[in-house]
């Protein structure tokens, strides 16, 4: 189907699986076994479009069809043109109307047919519905799996009639029913599930999005103790873990997209979350069956920081340009150091890194880049900068990572001058899903609020999240608010310590934090990065 056949389709889908999750808490005492439809409705659909992407690009990649590959090369780099495009000044943007609208039809056509090709060699995995029991199959002893799922309240009062409660997203007889109610589940799978998950309820869906989300935000911002949001976020959930669990996959919804668990205390036990729970973020539950278990040692490891933005490898502007952005743009000696320190660390163990820094770190340099093992970028991050939006709604165009010269981008940007050279040193996370990191292991975004993005209930956070997922990394470490230099380059540089010591990327994750809380006491310095992937 065409990219708007298919958001019509996945739009009409959500309403009618909201209509039925209403159904299934209602009827989820007299059967319970409904609540494992509900589990089974969430693995098929959950992140559905970035699914079909994803399995598009495995199924082209080990079909050893050159001309398909060929073909998946050539529909990379008509995304790449139309990104340029969309990314004009609004003026110069309506000039090219019909180029665009002529690219976008043929972008989508190519990707039409790469899908019906790609799906002939889908494995036997792709082609049969999964269910909670073969995630609960894949779990160890002290493990369980949980999706939240966000949806608003059905009902029709005794008249036939409904208050309704719009989604400008979807036609008007799709809203149809709803109530300003908004809930989230949380439907629990571990080891030990016979009959049917567990269903966790909460029905404060509204205050959880607004009241309780500020005072969170507020409280790492303002570094203040916080037990609320452990009352509000987990304390249910918690109470329907088996007692011997100590590593938890979340697929977040919603809200849950926008917080780190890891950061909530416990007000019984003064515990934050992390002390007692190990919370592994993944896009969808069913990861742990599509994604292999392991990954083969060895590869290249990539570290990019420190960009020069006012590189006068790009097309310099006007020669005021460091008085007119450099205030937008500070430099990044912090980035170095952190670069340098990691450097030495990955040296003294055999490894052999390529660093890119000043004008090396450059969005060409970057999307020549193929397959690293590891990919670690420190620079600045952005998420929803006014001059930065693109003239066209996409989301993707809202996030992503500044490189050598993006001064001299945002100075034309700002003054509203299209840019004629190659690239304008702002890596969009539209761009970032052009991106060959098939054989990726992890990426690092070393950066401000890398995390986050327009949340999209049922597919996740669109923004850099999203897009180095679909260009094919494994894992991905972001941070969800602006970060602090120092705790930042400890953070990184403990990880890789015990990653290198013992080979697993989330448990020296976890034991980097708690290392670096040693420390510095509050969330804000040691919780502001989490890690998304198995």
Known sequence: MTKNGRHFIINTLRSDLERFNTFAVLHSLDN??????????????????????????NNILRSKDENMINDFGHWRDLREKLARLYQLPKLDLEKKQHEMRKLESEVELLEKNLSQKSALFAKENDRRKLTWMDIRDKLKDNEAAIEIIRFRRYKIDPEGKSKINKDENVPEFLNYGFTDEILYAAIIVDKSTKEHPKLVLLENGRDLENRYLAYYKNA???????????????????????ESTEK?????????????????????????????????????????????????SGGSVVLMGNPDFVWQGVEPPATDVRNEVSDYLDPLP???????????????????????????????????????RVLHIATHGYFSAGVLRASVSNDLFNSGLMLAGASNAIYYK??????????????????????????????????????????????????????????GARS?????????????????????????????????????????????????????????GV
Request: hydrophobic share 35%.
């Open 476 to 532: 991905i470490i972001l941070s969800l608010w602006r970060v602090d230099d120092r705790t930042t380059q400890k953070l990184l540089y403990y990880f890789y310590q015990g990653w290198l010591k013992h080979q697993d990327k989330q448990r020296a994750f976890k034991e980097a934090q708690i290392k670096l809380r040693e420390e510095f006491l509050y969330p804000y310095y040691w919780a502001a990065f989490i890690m998304v």
């Open 220 to 242: 790492i911002h303002y570094v203040m103790d916080d037990y609320n949001s452990y009352q509000q976020y987990w304390s249910q959930i918690d109470d329907n873990l088996d």
């Open 414 to 471: 700002r003054n509203q001058i299209a840019f004629s050279g190659k690239e304008d040193g702002i890596l969009t996370a539209y761009e970032a899903m052009n991106l060959n990191l098939d054989e990726t292991e992890l990426v690092i975004l070393s950066a401000c609020e890398t995390g986050l993005g327009t949340v999209k209930n049922g597919e996740g956070v669109y923004g850099l999240q999203r897009a180095f997922k679909v260009a």
């Open 334 to 372: 912090g980035t170095a150091k952190e670069l340098s320190s990691i450097n030495d660390l990955l040296l003294s163990k055999g490894w052999s890194p390529k660093v890119y820094t000043g004008g090396d770190a450059n969005e060409e340099t970057l999307k020549d880049i193929k397959n690293p």
């Open 248 to 296: 938890a996959y979340i697929s977040p919804d919603g809200v849950f997209n926008k917080i780190n668990l890891n950061a909530v205390r416990n007000p019984k036990t003064k515990n934050y979350l992390i002390d007692d729970v190990s919370i592994v973020p993944i896009t969808s539950t069913r990861d742990l069956i599509e994604l292999e278990t392991t990954v083969e």
């Open 32 to 57: 319970p076994s409904i609540v494992g439809e509900m589990f089974n409705n969430q693995l098929t659909t959950k992140a559905l479009l970035f699914n079909a992407s994803n399995k598009m690009r």
